[in-house]
Each structure stands twice: as C-alpha cells, then as structure tokens.
C-alpha cells in the first residue's frame, strides 16, 4: 500500500520514480479491518483551596464529568506534575520535593522536559518586538535550561524548525540566527482609514457595535482631507464615499488578517500533533503579540483538543510587553482638521485600541488556560516570564472520556467538571468542538506519518534501528544498502482466530544536507502470526533491508515505523556521507 498522498507531498518527483515503491503483502489488495479507536475527550482539571494550594489527594470517585449536561464514565485518571529540574538537583540525585501529607505517591518531579520555544512570525503587527524576545530566549537557554532538557526552536512561518537538543552552545548559536531568519513581513493594514483588527472584522462582518464603522467612516472623512460640505447633498455625498473607502478597507484587512491567523492556528495543530508520540513532560512556550479568533472557535479549540491528546502544554508570552492605548500623532488625526472628526476618533479611538489588544490577548489566554499554561502579559521582561513558566510547580489531574456524540457536524459541547469535597476551586476547558468529517483508518496513518517524518526528534514509543552499507556503481552514483530492525516488544497484537494480527508500517526517507527530499519508500505488512511465530519475531524484531541509489554528498536518513492496534511509532534519524 504505498503512500502516494504522503510522500508526493513531501517532493512532487516521488510519483515519477516507480523504483523507490516496493510491494510487501496482499495488504495492498483488501481493507485493513482494525478498529479506529473512540474518540477521547481530555480534560486537565487543576484544583486548589480558597487560598491557591493544589488539592492533591482526590480520587477518581470524587469527580463527575458532564457533557451537554450529562455526567459521562471516566476512563482514565491520573494525578500529573511537572517541575523545572534543576542541576543541583540532578547531580545530587536528591528528590525535587518532599511528598507533603495528602500528596500522591505517583507525583514526580524529574521526568525529562522537552521545551519549544515558538516563536508567531505570521501574525506579528511588527517585528520590533523580536530582539526582547530573543535576548530572553538566550537568558533562558544560558540559565535556566536544565541538563536533562531538551529544547527546540521553531517560527510559525517554518523559516526555523531546530530540533530537540541539550547542547547549550548550538541553542545559542541558533538563536543568534533568529533575527535574520525570521519572517519580517507584517500583516498588512489600512492606512486611511487605519484599523484594528477587530474594528476590521465587526465591519466586514457587518456586526453593528455602534462604533467600528462610525469611527472608521470620521477617520476617512479626515485622512482623505474632504473639504467641510457647504450643503447636505454633499455631506451626504462625502459620507457614501467615506463609507465605501473604508468598508473596503476593512475588507481587505480583514482577508488578510483571517488567513494569517488561520493558517498560525494549524501550524501549531500540526506541530503539537506531532509531539504527542514522546515520552517526556512536553511544553510549547509561544511567544506571540496576540491574533483574533472570533470566527475561528472550532479551529482554536480543535488545536487545543490536540495539545490535550498529545499531552502537551502550552504556556504563551504576549512579547508587546507594557503597552499603551493612547493614539499617536502619525495614527490620522494629522489631517482631522474638521472639529466633528476629531472630536469623535479622539473620544472614541482609544477605546477601541484597548478592546482590540485586549482581543488579541484572548486567544493566548485561551490557548494557556485550556491546556494548563501560564498566559504571561502586562510586562516588558520577557524573561522574567519564561522563568516562571519554567519554574512553575503545577499539578493537575488529567480526565477522559469516550466522546457520546455520533456525529461528525463540528458542533460545540459543552463540558462541567465537579468534586464532591465543597469548597475547592476548579480550572478546566468549558467544552469542544466534535470534528466536521469522519476520520478515516487511512487518513489517520497518512496524518501520523507525515508528521513523524517533520517531528523535531525521535519517536520512542517503539525502538528502531538501521545499519547501512554503500557501494559504487558509477561515477554519479551510489548503491546505498540499509537494514533497519524493528523491535515489538512493548507493541500490542490483536487477538484473532488464534492468530496474533498487526498492521506495521515502515517508511524510509532520504533528505539532502538542506532537508530537501531526494528518495523514498513505504512497506506495510499485514502480520497474522500463529504463537510460535508470534514467539519467534519477539526475538529477532521486524528485519528490513531496503536500497536507494544516491550521489556521492552528506545525506540525512529517517525511518519511522507505525502499528495499527494502538497508533504507536517509533522514528530514527542518521546523518549519512558518501563517499
């Protein structure tokens, strides 16, 4: 069953080089029959007294979860920490904390951190803000980056993709290069009439507020320098085209703006998808001066959604630090000469840049409060901010459920968490969104490969190993040999008519030295193992040998294996040099 779909959208040629398939079953021929598994809805639920202390020693018995109103069995329960550790800590190998009297046994503190540090270049207002950020990125990496961690970089746009690593120096260096690989573009706005963002989307959307088109259409009148209309025919005149001037205005704002702030929303979706395969305490700490999600709820928290499933925590920075709402000289009142204007963009104007800053905001404060961030704002030292996302003691209690809704509509429901002991207080997402089309078995194995292929590591779930060996066959070419081994222990096998079943995937992928792909392949073998087989390939693994014919240069290996009963994966990458 080769994965056209996957790796054509790695590299256009692949379809045209009907070499790099191989065929390794009947699988190709008949449906796979495993079972996609029920939809889970997780819930991180923190809990603390009147006085902010977790709640740590509540059991399973002592929630009720409701969706739509209707309490749901929980399937699974358990008590997460996570904390910075700290080198004295680890080279003392001495607890993090000491368990208090009604903490759990299970909490622990040094389980390795795997920490991305993401920077929004896409929806950025400006790239003032990019040195504080980065000044702050190497204070953290210099000071407070643990020896045990492991840390990644990577903007929005996809100009930097730096995978997890623990070496303090080439974090650095990297983060010397951010500037200058960054995206610089700003989203483009207005100038006459100049517009907030949300002032753009109430007007394209026709949502009358009273204000958002008013203020636009006196701020036109005054940027464009009318002249004072002498009579009503031309006061009316002046206010049609004031209006259309700025409806346009607003429009193509609001075009731009929706698309930069879609396309942020699945980057990260895509992103944090693809970490939900490792075994460590996972963070994203975004750095971001906000975007707008009135229109894009069910895309919000369809990402959210993910960061739950994938375990991962998301804690946002809002770098505008310390910001004001006063208007500036240059911001059009220059040529509000006309006193009807000016008293109106100076009474009304204000305001509306608090509320459009404060909606920008919303979507950080979401995207943290719903995975169980931090939301750090209001403040110019950036790193102050990343310290304390780092240093944060947290705990939470992680719910699931099977989802009861059947229909694939992408309608909201809503979510109520409770406890028996009175007096506690509560924080946890207030609903999702269930998705707009089925997932289909394929879909799924596609999605799960292609962003194992783009993961900033190696998945662990399942060990994989390869050994090459190359020789040449011609000037320009290179005969390159790989024997990959697949080890399944820990892997689950389905019971069937006495037959141990499994459907393992094994994709090999070749990359030049800039990540550009060069060749590749897919097996898919549809395991149906009596038990002394079963026994047999316990011992040995799953032995591949698989060939590609490259040039001679330095070239990147990757091979990522899946199985079908759990979605568990595992990847390997090697730098390979021939000659």
Request: one cysteine or more; proline letters at 3%.
């Amino acid at each position: 069953m080769i994965l056209f779909i996957l790796l054509v959208w790695i590299h256009p040629a692949f379809s045209e080089d009907k070499k790099t398939t191989q065929k390794t079953s009947e699988a190709d021929k008949q449906q796979f029959t495993f079972r996609v598994p029920v939809d889970v809805v997780v819930v991180n639920v923190a809990v603390t007294d009147k006085k902010g202390n977790p709640i740590l020693d509540l059991t399973k018995d002592d929630f009720t979860i409701y969706e739509d109103g209707k309490a749901q069995p929980i399937h699974t329960f358990t008590l997460e920490s996570y904390r910075a550790t700290q080198e004295t800590e680890v080279a003392s190998k001495k607890p993090v904390a000491e368990p208090k009297e009604n903490e759990a046994e299970e909490v622990t503190y040094t389980k390795p951190r795997m920490i991305t540090l993401a920077v929004d270049d896409i929806t950025a207002s400006t790239y003032e803000y990019y040195n504080w950020m980065i000044e702050a990125v190497k204070k953290f990496i210099q000071n407070d980056m643990g020896p045990a961690d492991q840390v990644a970089l990577m903007a929005c746009s996809g100009r930097v993709q730096y995978p997890f690593s623990n070496d303090k120096q080439l974090l650095l260096d990297e983060a010397n290069l951010l500037f200058k690989n960054l995206n610089r573009s700003v989203s483009g706005r207005s100038t006459c009439p100049i517009l907030t963002d949300l002032q753009a989307a109430r007007i394209d959307q026709d949502i009358n507020d009273g204000l958002s088109l008013d203020v636009a259409i006196a701020e036109t009148l005054g940027c464009l320098n009318l002249p004072i209309p002498t009579t009503t025919e031309e006061q009316q005149s002046q206010q049609q085209q004031a209006e259309m001037t700025a409806k346009a205005a607003a429009r193509m704002q609001f075009q731009e703006m929706r698309y930069r702030d879609l396309t942020i929303i699945r980057t990260l979706r895509q992103y944090i998808r693809s970490l939900r395969h490792f075994d460590a305490t996972k963070s994203v700490i975004l750095f971001s001066d906000g975007f707008l999600t009135t229109d894009l709820l069910y895309e919000m928290q369809d990402m959210i959604d993910q960061a739950l499933r994938s375990g991962v925590v998301v804690n946002t920075v809002d770098i505008r630090g310390l910001y004001t709402t006063s208007l500036q000289a240059s911001e059009s009142l220059m040529g509000a000469s006309r006193s009807d204007v000016l008293t109106l963009l100076t009474s009304k104007k204000p305001m509306m840049l608090s509320d459009d800053k404060l909606a920008q905001g919303d979507s950080l404060y979401a995207i943290s409060h719903d995975t169980g961030g931090i939301f750090y704002n209001n403040s110019n030292d950036l790193y102050a901010g990343l310290q304390k996302i780092s240093q944060r003691q947290a705990f939470y209690y992680i719910l699931s459920y099977a989802s009861p809704s059947a229909k694939s509509d992408g309608s909201h429901h809503k979510i109520k968490v409770a406890v028996s002991r009175p007096g506690l207080e509560l924080t946890y997402r207030n609903g999702y969104y269930s998705p707009k089309e089925e997932l289909t078995f394929e879909r799924r194995k596609k999605e799960d490969i292609l962003e194992a292929m783009q993961a900033p590591g190696n998945l662990n779930e399942i060990k994989i190993g390869f050994s090459y060996n190359f020789y040449q066959l011609d000037d320009l070419k290179y005969e390159v040999a790989l024997l990959t081994n697949v080890d399944i222990h820990g892997v689950r096998f389905l019971e069937e008519d006495d037959r141990h079943t499994n459907l393992i995937n094994l994709v090999i992928v070749a990359f030049d030295e800039n990540d550009k792909y060069i060749d590749g392949l897919e097996k898919s073998i549809d395991f149906k193992l009596t038990q002394a087989s079963y026994d047999e390939l316990l011992n040995r693994g799953i032995t591949s040998k698989v060939s590609f014919q490259l040039p001679p240069g330095k070239f990147k290996i990757k091979a990522v294996v899946r199985e079908s009963a759990q979605s568990k994966m595992g990847s390997l990458t090697k730098a390979v040099e021939i000659p």
